[in-house]
T-cell receptor
Framework: KQEVTQIPAALSVPEGENLVLNCSFT??????LQWFRQDPGKGLTSLLL?????REQTSGRLNASLDKSSGRSTLYIAASQPGDSATYLC???????????FGPGTSLSVIP | KAGVTQTPRYLIKTRGQQVTLSCSPI?????VSWYQQTPGQGLQFLFE???????NKGNFPGRFSGRQFSNSRSEMNVSTLELGDSALYLC?????????????????FGPGTRLLVL
């Protein structure tokens, strides 16, 4: 059974710091892994999608890596800003196609 | 291109009632997935519909059901509501098939319907 965990559960950093969020999954048989952002009371915003054949993806100040063999992904945020404050969710897409499993999220607070 | 829309956005019901939530996917998307988000359990997969058929199902009781119409719009129904059904219900749409182009196939999420059961 696929399970997804995220460490840490919460993180508070001063503005400008670089930070890393971690995601682990138990079964390496996945189509892809996706990182989302969720603001309080809102829906999900997709940040990065890494296909199973890829090692990393970058978008602006965000970089996500995937090590399928070890069941790990990291989301690197460079030069954090107060606007980055949100909950970050990692999700894997295992077979059968069409069902996504989410981690519990990391709540990030960037202090001005 | 319009995004995923969900109606209603907010809903208040009492225990024992039933509720129907609606999700309109992005044009051209044939898959709609439903998720329940609660503070205690996080985001949990309810079910997925593809071409009017339920293709995947999570571990929820039979009180939770859904359907998909020929235009890919989907509805989710919860019967005999319980206090624990209070949650944010999210739907997501996607093409629904394993893509040849590995750059695509992101699930696009709607804003959600917040259900409060009293």
């Amino acid at each position: 059974k696929q399970e997804v965990t995220q460490i840490p559960a919460a993180l508070s950093v001063p503005e400008g710091e670089n930070l890393v969020l971690n995601c682990s999954f138990t079964d390496s048989a996945i189509y892809n892994l996706q990182w989302f952002r969720q603001d309080p009371g809102k829906g999900l915003t997709s940040l990065l999608l890494i296909q199973s054949s890829q090692r990393e993806q970058t978008s602006g100040r965000l970089n996500a890596s995937l090590d399928k063999s070890s069941g790990r992904s990291t989301l690197y945020i460079a030069a954090s800003q107060p606007g980055d404050s949100a909950t970050y969710l990692c999700a894997v897409h295992p077979p059968p196609y069409g069902k996504v499993i989410f981690g519990p999220g990391t709540s990030l607070s960037v202090i001005p | 291109k319009a995004g995923v829309t969900q109606t209603p956005r907010y809903l208040i019901k009492t225990r024992g009632q039933q509720v129907t939530l609606s999700c309109s996917p992005i044009s051209g998307h044939r898959s709609v997935s439903w998720y329940q988000q609660t503070p205690g359990q996080g985001l949990q997969f309810l079910f997925e519909y593809f071409s009017e058929t339920q293709r995947n199902k999570g571990n929820f009781p039979g009180r939770f059901s859904g359907r998909q119409f020929s235009n890919s719009r989907s509805e989710m129904n919860v019967s005999t509501l319980e206090l624990g059904d209070s949650a944010l219900y999210l739907c997501a749409s996607s093409l629904g098939v394993v893509p040849r182009d590995t750059r695509i196939e992101t699930q696009y999420f709607g804003p959600g319907t917040r259900l409060l059961v009293l």
